[in-house]
């Protein structure tokens, strides 16, 4: 059964700063992982999807990188604002699940002025 | 991308009750999903949503406690069933397009059972 797990569970940053977020799955026979955006009591944003056969993804001044063989994840952001505060998700789809995510707990990231 | 819209938006309901939620989407599509987000929870997957055949529940989900229809390609129902305290959560449609697996999610339904 695949886990998703995500570290850390919070975090605050100062406005400007560079951080990283870690997602990691204990099945690597995954068919792609997707980060998503969380806003407090609404839906979810999808910021980036990784086909299994690919290293990163980029969009603007996120970056996420995958390494399928340790089954690791990281979301990069860089220059954080405030606005980026919110719950990102990680969530994997396994070969042969039909597409079904299994999601992480989330991270909460708090960005200060 | 797919615009995706869900009815309610939220809801009080009394316990033993049913309530069905309504997932709209813009265009076809032909993989759609229900999750389930309790409180201070991740989402789990409740069910694939299969167009003109029975669901496809996981583990801990049940047909009579979750009914779900999908009478066509941009449109499905869930309903939560004689409901408990324990219902209440954020329900969330998504929809998958196969070539690129890349899912999006409703707005969701935030259900709260007194």
């Known amino acids: 059964k695949q886990e998703v797990t995500q570290i850390p569970a919070a975090l605050s940053v100062p406005e400007g700063e560079n951080l990283v977020l870690n997602c990691s799955f204990t099945?690597?026979?995954?068919?792609?992982l997707q980060w998503f955006r969380q806003d407090p009591g609404k839906g979810l944003t999808s910021l980036l999807l990784?086909?299994?056969?690919?290293r990163e993804q980029t969009s603007g001044r996120l970056n996420a990188s995958l390494d399928k063989s340790s089954g690791r994840s990281t979301l990069y952001i860089a220059a954080s604002q405030p606005g980026d505060s919110a719950t990102y998700l990680c969530?994997?789809?396994?070969?042969?699940?039909?597409?079904?995510?299994?999601f992480g707990k989330g991270t909460l990231l708090t960005v200060n002025p | 991308s797919a615009v995706i819209s869900q009815k309610p938006s939220r809801d009080i309901c009394q316990r033993g009750t049913s309530l069905t939620i309504q997932c709209q989407v813009d265009?076809?599509?032909?993989?759609m999903f229900w999750y389930r987000q309790q409180p201070g929870q991740s989402l789990t997957l409740i069910a694939t949503?299969?167009?003109?055949?029975?669901?496809?529940?996981e583990s801990g989900f049940v047909i009579d406690k979750f009914p779900i229809s999908r009478p066509n390609l941009t449109f499905s129902t869930l309903t939560v069933s004689n409901m408990s305290p324990e219902d209440s959560s954020i329900y969330l449609c998504?929809?998958?397009?196969?070539?690129?697996?890349?899912?999006?999610f409703g707005p969701g339904t935030r259900l709260t059972v007194t």
């Open positions: 969530a994997v789809s396994g070969e042969g699940s039909n597409y079904k995510l299994t």
């Open positions: 099945d690597s026979a995954i068919y792609n």
């Open positions: 265009s076809q599509v032909t993989m």
């Open positions: 949503a299969n167009q003109g055949s029975e669901a496809t529940y």
């Open positions: 990784i086909q299994s056969s690919q």
């Open positions: 998504s929809v998958c397009y196969s070539l690129s697996g890349e899912q999006y």
